[in-house]
């Protein structure tokens, strides 16, 4: 339950960003008269700014179905002097910011199928109801919910291009574990945008900058969403036990919302120059489209947590533009064991590197004063399991890229031989400044970051 | 009054994704779960409905999937623009997406949910403001009142209270209040009842239902049980008709509501059913996934994957259109193609790109078993995947659901030269742990080994003789989809099976262990020969299930 989560952030004074003046600001010299929380103090844009470090932001990617774990992820040495595989090739440029775990395993509660590895990816819980789909809170979400930072968004949670049928389902469990992976509550995913067009309009919302237009169009949404509340409360006496939990999510999702509303949005001087990607994106230019937006939410402070399943757990997502001949994701990654199919594996899991690459490039190239959006940002990048073939949990392939704010000690190879799954999940909640008493079942965070 | 056809006991374990242990050797429908009398189920062949205990059960909040919201505001306000298409992707469970249990409202769908309403009203008051002004060009408040209570019913499935009338109004007062007119005020207090849970949730209990209490079983009103056929049949919301018919309160008479049955299921709007249900039990999505080697088979191309999909729309519209037996699915041979499934079905005469009616040869061909949809997205880019084809039969038709594999399972062995699938396979069952679980698939796979990977009819494999002999879970054995068809047309497991699934789509929940006496009762009785498609259906409609809820024990 997190229903008292927006009661206590609009207690709480804004602190660091430098921003425009706020939407309250400006709704009072349009003299609208709406309820507004109220804020502390109303600080013209740039007068903080300077003194405070940038803020921390925290990315999470998920790619599906593993790597061939041969020479495409062949790590060796220690320390900064590892070397990467080669599916890295990308990657080798940014070396000094990229990390990379050796032997950390995955623990699933039970044989590591896609489901449950990608349900553990950012939870670390295990999974067993095969009807409603229940997992635990994810560390993103633990991770928002203690910074609880004023941003637009609390998080942004992004995922592939659509299935036609709906997400990959695997064999006796419902399809959310696949789909999923953040999760504000056991029972609450937040399920990801599938549009990059639909993403980049919740970071830069349309409808122009006429002051009337937006505190009319402010009004009526307001006007909508106390009639939304009004009905929750007349409707639940009436429901069952059972559907307690949805009704909570459904208006704490309301509240959300109405907590957008008050939010500022970002300076749009701050995207000016980014395109709208436009819809029907094939699948590469979709996955860059929505890096492009992923990278521009947080340089504009539109949030600073995003979740990116790149594709789903299971995900089929054809590579045949890599030339790969019939490269349909988990097919290959089960196909056999013939050089061809290992090379076309091992093409795919290059794929995602570059992605990652392309990413780590864009947040080096912002500069926040001093230091770049790559210095204060944690990107933890995995997939659900290790070796795609066998879905082997064994030696998970994760990465860290960039400096954490001066928390992360990038550039290394990071042993793990012996940690929990969940403890590194706790570890980088500690990172993030999120000194969280404990998470799944970690009390004590991993100490190789 | 309705007719109960559930009263008495008798139960089998069947309902919810069955995890069959599959070291069982008779893991099927009736084996593990507890409480059968046989393992193929069959004493419970052709068993009276009448006979099985009535154990309604509570549907949680079902929030309008993406298909059906789309449906829903194009039936209500004409709005084609399909506005779900931005929100964030339905997640299913049980292989069905409008299951409740998968169906969450999160703060990015919340978001767009709002951004959908507006824009939903928006154009409904462009498109349709003389059918929405029921009293114009009045304005006053009786005016507004009349307007939004003819709306409210229309949206909210049912007559709206007099305290949520009173909430719209004050939704209309107050932008009327900031001086942007009546209009605007109507509209936004659209967008209000398209963001309001009666709306987003197509279970809410009716007021006339009143506060229930644990454990309580009622049956429906006129109006849930209006919404709970029309999502069924149509995948959206009721139409004037149907509400008219709950208004009067003659639903729960038989004849009344058969006519409104009938009136709906040949209204083309049910094919919503093919486009709902079908899809999803049959796992077509999965033909997009389908990579045949285009060395090997170069006549596929995207054209004719769509047109493998066509045809199974078409097979099913013909049986809805004809009302025929849901037993054609596993033994018919009428279908429809163009030259290219032609061609691949061995029929001559069937030229150009539009599909046509066509009979099948009924020694090699049987129904939706040997469709070039179902043996494509079986199988791998150069041949039949057996693996793949035995899970399909098992889950889709048997209920049989195999468990994921287990920890540290190795893969299975590359082939020797000269060896048969069919041989590396058997290599592949002698490892023990493979056994478990393969022994119940493999044998299932092999039924369709006479056809090749984009399902035409094959002799040899490869210059291998082929070997289609199958074995159903319960041991009996048969060669090839034609045999295995007879065998399914005469057992309780397919029938049993298919209409687990309808009650499990048309309820939008898993069925519980005790139904599956009623699935049983229903399916032996309405999937035969004599019986049609609306039989079956109209038993599930007027089954205790489909009638009644139980609000859940505290």
């Given at each position: 339950m997190r229903t008292t989560r927006t009661t206590s952030r609009t207690q709480q004074p804004r602190a660091t960003e430098p921003r425009g003046p706020s939407r309250r600001t400006f709704l009072r010299a349009a003299g609208v008269a709406v309820a507004l929380p109220a804020l502390a103090s109303l600080v013209p844009r740039g007068a903080r700014a300077g003194a405070e470090p940038a803020p921390k932001r925290f990315v999470a990617l998920f790619f599906p179905n593993g790597t061939t774990q041969r020479q495409d992820w062949a790590l060796a040495g220690s320390g900064t002097g590892y070397t990467m595989g080669t599916a890295h090739a990308a990657l080798a440029p940014w070396k000094p910011w990229i990390s990379m775990f050796k032997n950390l395993n995955g623990d699933y509660g039970g044989a590591p199928d896609h489901s449950r590895g990608t349900a553990s990816f950012l939870t670390g819980a295990p999974i067993n109801d095969q009807i409603t789909p229940l997992v635990d809170v994810s560390i993103d979400q633990a991770i928002a919910e203690m910074l609880d930072p004023d941003t637009l968004l609390r998080s942004l949670h992004l995922g592939p291009t659509p299935y036609p049928a709906g997400p990959p389902s695997d064999t006796g469990w419902p399809s959310g574990y696949n789909t999923y992976i953040s999760w504000s509550s056991p029972s609450a995913p937040n399920a990801p945008l599938e549009s990059a067009q639909v993403a980049f309009d919740q970071v830069f919302v349309p409808g122009g900058t006429d002051p009337d237009v937006a505190a009319a169009r402010l009004r009526r949404r307001q006007s909508i969403l106390d009639h939304t509340l009004v009905q929750v409360d007349a409707i639940e006496p009436r429901l069952g036990t059972d559907d307690a939990h949805k009704l909570d999510e459904y208006l704490t999702s309301i509240r959300e919302v109405e907590q957008q509303l008050q939010n500022m949005p970002p300076d749009p001087s701050c995207g000016s120059g980014s395109m709208a990607p436009g819809d029907g994106l094939s699948f590469p230019d979709h996955t860059k489209a929505m890096l492009d937006v992923l990278a521009l939410a947080l340089q504009c402070d539109a949030t600073r947590i995003v979740t990116y399943s790149m594709d789903y757990g299971f995900g089929n997502k054809d590579f045949t533009f890599l030339g790969?001949?019939?490269?349909?994701?988990?097919?290959?990654?089960?196909?056999?064991?013939?050089?061809?199919?290992?090379?076309?594996?091992?093409?795919?899991?290059?794929?995602?590197?570059?992605?990652?690459?392309?990413?780590?490039?864009?947040?080096?190239?912002?500069?926040?004063?001093?230091?770049?959006?790559?210095?204060?940002?944690?990107?933890?990048?995995?997939?659900?399991?290790?070796?795609?073939?066998?879905?082997?949990?064994?030696?998970?392939?994760?990465?860290?890229?960039?400096?954490?704010?001066?928390?992360?000690?990038?550039?290394?190879?990071?042993?793990?031989?012996?940690?929990?799954?969940?403890?590194?999940?706790?570890?980088?909640?500690?990172a993030m400044d999120a000194p969280l008493t404990g998470f799944s079942g970690a009390s004590t965070p991993f100490a190789g970051l | 009054m309705r007719r109960s056809i559930a009263t008495g006991i008798g139960i089998i374990a069947l309902g919810l994704p069955l995890l069959v242990g599959c070291g069982d050797r008779h893991g099927d429908a009736g084996g593990t779960e507890g409480g059968s009398s046989s393992s193929d189920g069959g004493s419970e062949s052709g068993e009276d409905p009448d006979a099985c205990a009535p154990v309604p059960a509570r549907v949680g909040l079902q929030r309008l999937t993406r298909a059906e919201y789309d449906r829903t505001v194009r039936d209500l306000f004409g709005v084609t623009s399909s506005p779900a298409n931005a929100f964030p992707p339905d997640s299913s469970t049980a292989g069905f997406d409008n299951n409740a249990a998968s169906l969450t409202i999160g703060p990015q769908l919340a978001s767009l949910l709002l951004d959908a309403a507006e824009a939903v009203a928006a154009q409904a008051m462009a498109d349709q403001r003389d059918e929405i002004l029921v009293c114009a060009p009045a304005q006053d408040e009786a005016c507004a009142r009349q307007t939004l209570s003819a709306l409210a019913l229309r949206v909210y499935r049912r007559p709206p209270t007099e305290t949520e009338l009173d909430d719209l109004f004050t939704v209309v007062q107050l932008e009327q209040t900031e001086g942007d007119g009546f209009d605007a005020g109507i509209e936004v207090a659209i967008a209000a009842m398209l963001m309001s849970p009666q709306f987003l949730y197509r279970s809410v209990p009716s007021n006339s239902m009143g506060l229930l209490s644990a454990g309580e079983v009622v049956e429906l009103d006129d109006w849930a049980l209006a919404s709970r056929l029309s999502y069924f049949l149509w995948g959206s919301t009721p139409d004037d008709a149907l509400l008219e018919r709950a208004a009067e309160g003659v639903l729960r008479d038989p004849d009344a509501l058969r006519a409104e049955f009938d009136r709906m299921l040949a209204d083309p709007k049910a094919e919503a059913l093919y486009e709902g249900f079908v899809g999803q039990w049959l796992q077509l999505g999965k033909l997009a996934a389908a990579s045949p080697d285009p060395a090997s088979f170069p006549e596929f191309d995207e054209a004719l994957r769509a047109d493998m999909l066509e045809e199974t729309r078409r097979f099913f519209e013909d049986l809805r259109a004809r009302d025929g037996s849901m037993l054609e699915v596993l033994n018919g041979t009428r279908t429809f193609a163009n030259a290219e499934l032609a061609a691949i079905y061995g029929v001559a005469g069937v030229e150009g790109t539009a599909l046509v009616a066509i009979e099948t040869d009924p020694t090699e061909r049987a129904g939706v078993l040997t469709m070039p949809a179902v043996l494509a997205m079986t199988s791998g880019p150069e041949k039949p995947n057996i693996v793949k084809r035995g899970v399909w039969l098992a889950e889709a038709l048997l209920c049989v659901v195999p468990p994921p594999p287990p920890d540290g399972i190795p893969p299975a062995p590359d082939p020797t030269p000269g060896e048969t699938e069919r041989e590396r396979l058997e290599r592949h069952r002698a490892d023990p742990s493979c056994a478990s679980c393969h022994q119940l698939i493999d044998p299932l796979g092999f039924t369709f080994e006479h056809y090749d990977a984009l399902g035409r009819w094959r002799t040899d494999d490869e210059g291998q003789a082929i070997d289609d002999e199958g074995q159903l879970p319960d041991g009996r054995t048969y060669h090839g989809a034609v045999e295995l068809a007879e065998l399914l047309a005469s057992g309780p497991e397919y029938p049993t099976c298919v209409t687990d699934k309808l009650v499990t789509y048309a309820l939008g929940r898993t069925t519980t262990a005790e139904e599956s006496c009623m699935t049983t009762a229903i399916g032996t009785e309405t999937i035969t020969a004599d019986a049609s498609l609306s039989d079956l259906l109209w038993a599930i409609v007027t089954s205790d299930a489909f009638q009644t809820e139980r609000m859940p024990a505290q």
């Open positions: 790969v001949g019939n490269g349909k994701h988990h097919n290959l990654s089960h196909s056999g064991s013939t050089p061809e199919i290992i090379a076309n594996h091992e093409g795919i899991v290059s794929w995602y590197m570059e992605q990652l690459a392309y990413l780590v490039g864009k947040l080096a190239a912002v500069d926040e004063g001093g230091a770049t959006l790559l210095d204060s940002s944690i990107v933890y990048m995995g997939s659900d399991v290790g070796d795609g073939w066998s879905h082997s949990h064994a030696d998970l392939p994760m990465i860290l890229a960039g400096g954490g704010g001066g928390a992360l000690d990038p550039g290394r190879l990071i042993d793990a031989t012996g940690a929990s799954y969940d403890s590194v999940l706790l570890a980088l909640a500690h | -």
